[in-house]
């Protein structure tokens, strides 16, 4: 019998951020507020690592790759 394919995340967190980015968790929260604003969406609304990534510049790949290594 196969095993299912796992699910990957395609939203970010604050707590990814202060781990791929090595800033306290305060600061990732502002990150990902800046991130939200970015795209446009309101308040409360779910971030998506193509959104956090439009805003820093840092590779969509990499960074899903590192968020979904380290839910599995």
Do not use: W
């Amino acid at each position: 019998m196969r095993r299912p394919t796992p699910m990957h995340r395609i939203c970010i967190y604050p707590k990814d951020v202060a781990r791929l980015t090595g800033r306290s968790y305060d600061a990732a929260k502002r990150l990902v507020r800046r991130a939200r604003q970015a795209a446009g969406k309101p308040a409360g609304a779910l971030v998506t690592v193509a959104d956090f990534c439009q805003l820093t510049g840092l590779n969509e790949a990499e960074v899903s790759r590192a968020i979904n290594q380290r839910s599995a």
